[in-house]
């Protein structure tokens, strides 16, 4: 299972874009990288998911280099209801076993 | 549409306990998984099922099983509770097997076991 790294925390404000990078270097060749969010008391919620380059959403966008060792999710323009915690998961599309949640990163957006 | 749902909400159990946990997906999805969150750290995988069938295991001793019904709902079960299976537990739905496809999760059972 490839390991991820995320930073442990963010801080940003109203209307600022925030990029959050997740590195992933034992990434598979079959491997899928997904994000999701999560409020506190609440189960986790899907954003986005890739596999190389770019995927954008109405809610997000996703770079991945060539090499695929990391990813970075971009909020564009976060409000105060942005304030969460994103999580990175890699894994391949056999089933949700191979998707690991780790410590994922807490942004705090403040006004 | 109703999302998933769960039930109870909190549950406080003793230390030796059994304890079953209920979750029904979102109409017309067939895969359900379950997850244990503790206090800050992400979800940990318990299981999957998909149409009836167990498609994922976890690193979870024995004491937890589950169970899908012909109707896709779920039941979690966990015997002979320890204080560290104090957690948040959470259901997750979708529409097949595979994590091509979003995941639904409920807003989870509270475990408290004392």
């Known amino acids: 299972l490839a390991k991820t790294t995320q930073p442990i925390s963010m801080d940003s404000y109203e209307g600022q874009e925030v990029n959050i990078t997740c590195s992933h270097n034992?990434?598979?060749?079959?491997?899928?990288i997904t994000w999701y969010q999560q409020f506190p008391s609440q189960g986790p919620r899907f954003i986005i998911q890739?596999?190389?380059t770019k995927v954008t959403n109405e809610v997000a966008s996703l770079f991945i280099p060539a090499d695929r060792k990391s990813s970075t999710l971009s909020l564009p323009r976060v409000s105060l209801s942005d304030t969460a915690v994103y999580y990175c998961l890699v894994g391949d599309r056999t089933g949700f076993q191979k998707l690991v949640f780790g410590t994922g990163t807490r942004l705090l957006v403040s006004p | 549409d109703a999302g998933v749902t769960q039930s109870p909400t909190h549950l406080i159990k003793t230390r030796g306990q059994h304890v079953t946990l209920r979750c029904s997906p979102i109409?017309?999805?067939?895969?359900v998984s379950w997850y244990q969150q503790v206090l800050g750290q992400g979800p940990q995988f318990i299981f999957q099922y998909y149409e009836k069938e167990e498609r994922g295991r976890g690193n979870f001793p024995d004491r937890f099983s589950a169970r899908q019904f012909p109707n896709y709902s779920s039941e979690l079960n966990v015997n002979a509770l320890l204080l560290g299976d104090s957690a948040l537990y959470l259901c997750?739905?979708?529409?097949?097997?595979?994590?091509?496809?979003?995941?639904?999760f409920g807003p989870g059972t509270r475990l408290t076991v004392t």
């Open positions: 997750a739905s979708s529409l097949g097997s595979s994590s091509s496809y979003e995941q639904y």
């Open positions: 109409s017309g999805h067939k895969s």
């Open positions: 890739g596999y190389k």
């Open positions: 034992n990434i598979a060749t079959n491997d899928y």
